[in-house]
Nanobody, 124 residues
Framework: QVQLVESGGGLVQAGDSLRLSCAAS????????MGWFRQAPGKDREFVAA????????AYARSVEGRFSISGDSAVNTVHLQMNSLKPEDTAVYYC?????????????????WGQGTQVTVSS
């Protein structure tokens, strides 16, 4: 079982930046895919970004491409989400997730481990 702990959320103004971090423990994740999802009130959980360390491949939701960047260090089981040019519509609880295997999946049901989430609020 993988344990995930997010940090770095907060309240910012539109145009600001935030960096979220996710620390993973439980087993080595070099062959896993790590993802970030977000959920706004009254909405479904949606894919934001993911990284497959073993093949060094990343993917982004169209709504964040060019503004967000996912990175990480598999040696220390840490993944980050750098969020620039934040917009009010980015306001949500952001969740770190993990799944075994190299393929990047955008459906939350494909991920078997989840963090507790961190709140990101962007004011206009």
């Amino acid at each position: 079982q993988v344990q995930l702990v997010e940090s770095g959320g907060g309240l910012v103004q539109a145009g600001d930046s935030l960096r979220l971090s996710c620390a993973a423990s439980g087993r080595h994740l070099s062959s896993n895919t790590m993802g970030w999802f977000r959920q706004a009130p009254g909405k479904d959980r949606e894919f934001v970004a993911a990284i497959s360390w073993a093949v060094n491949y990343t993917a982004y939701a169209r709504s964040v491409e060019g503004r967000f960047s996912i990175s990480g260090d598999s040696a220390v089981n840490t993944v980050h989400l750098q969020m620039n040019s934040l917009k009010p519509e980015d306001t949500a609880v952001y969740y770190c997730s993990s799944r075994g295997g190299l393929g990047i999946m955008k459906n939350p049901s494909a991920y078997d481990s989840w963090g507790q989430g961190t709140q990101v609020t962007v004011s206009s």
